[in-house]
């Protein structure tokens, strides 16, 4: 059975028609990590997230070495970390994906991804952020039954940003209405 990371690798190359990596910077109190490193399992996905302060940004590029070269072999990039004063809350933030990849369905499998991973890494809850004139992401977190909660613009950039929130756990909740735990 293909690891996770195999079959985003997979269904990437499928969706775009060319080879990609994922690699991953780890940054703590907004500073960057000079030296991404390669997933190639999905243990490190998980090894990362899960229990750290750390903020994973998660950068899709080809693999073609001239485009890298070049420093055109971006593809998509996105952000998770665990939310400041709760272990509970992973929190997914700026997702962003290069104009000749986007309407492809690209968005909708890197967010299938980043369920997952928050999943995997013991998460309760996703809490995301995004501009709220973002229709495309807002039909793609419908779909995959993500919630706004709040709507607000942002005095510091005057955007209007709407909250969403997805119940990773709902069986915890069940097994507590029922005395379980």
């Known amino acids: 059975m293909p690891s996770k990371i195999d079959e985003l690798l997979a269904d ?12 991953v910077s780890r940054s ?10 390669r997933i190639y399992q999905d243990y490190q996905v998980v090894e990362y997230l899960d229990g750290y302060t750390y903020a994973l940004t998660f950068t899709i590029k080809s693999a073609d070495p001239v485009e890298q070269d070049r420093g055109t072999s971006h593809v998509a990039v996105f952000t998770l970390q665990q ?17 000749q990849y986007r309407r492809k369905g690209l968005q909708t499998r890197l967010m299938e991804f980043r369920i997952w991973a928050a999943k995997k890494a ?19 977190l419908d779909k995959k039954g993500v ?4 709507h607000f613009v942002n005095p510091r950039t005057e955007m209007d940003v709407d909250v969403s929130i997805l119940d990773l756990r709902p069986e915890l909740k069940e097994k507590r209405a029922r005395g379980e735990i």
């Open 12 to 23: 990437i190359k499928a969706i775009i028609g060319k080879d990609v990596i994922i690699e």
């Open 28 to 37: 703590a109190t907004g500073s960057r990590s000079t030296d991404p490193y």
């Open 83 to 99: 939310l400041p004063g709760c272990c509970g809350v992973c929190l997914s933030h700026s997702s962003f994906i290069w104009a």
């Open 122 to 140: 013991g998460y309760g809850t996703l809490l995301m952020t995004d501009k709220s004139k973002n229709i495309g992401q807002r039909k793609i």
């Open 147 to 150: 919630n706004k909660i709040h």
